[in-house]
């Protein structure tokens, strides 16, 4: 099965880097990951937040963020559009669950369960 990290939020904050206290580099990430084979894909609800500091090459955990970065944080949360997370069928998926629709519509058709005289077909 295939991952794919979709960042589907970037914030550069103004905040000081709890490392290097410079306030040009932090940048917040939201990622959220796709499962995908060859059948389907989906989209994981749960979204991955990472803070990047590209003055100092840092990553930033949670638990050396300030209140302000916090706030930040949670300001930039509520912005986040997550992905769709329902299973998303590819289309040989549909092509196949389509055969087999066919082929049980066939089966009970030629086996005489349905009669196509009751559609008026003759
Ligand atoms: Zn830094």
């Keep these: 099965m295939k991952v794919t990290e979709h960042t589907i939020h970037t914030a550069h904050i103004k905040n ?3 490392e290097c206290y410079s306030t040009e580099g932090l940048i917040f990430k939201f990622i959220q990951k796709e499962k995908e084979n060859a059948w389907y894909k989906k989209a994981e609800k749960q979204l ?3 803070l990047y500091c590209t003055n100092c090459n840092t990553e930033i955990y949670p638990v050396r963020w300030d209140e ?3 706030r930040v944080y949670q300001y930039n949360k509520k912005l986040v559009q ?4 329902k299973v998303h069928l590819k289309k040989r998926s549909k092509i196949l669950i389509g055969i087999c629709l066919l082929l049980i519509a066939a089966i009970l058709i030629f086996g005489g369960v349905i009669d196509l005289n009751m559609f008026g077909v003759k």
Excluded: R, Y
Excluded at 82 to 85: C, E, F, I, K
């Design 16 to 18: 000081n880097c709890p």
């Design 48 to 50: 991955l937040e990472s």
């Design 68 to 70: 302000h970065i916090e």
């Design 82 to 85: 997550p992905l769709d997370t």
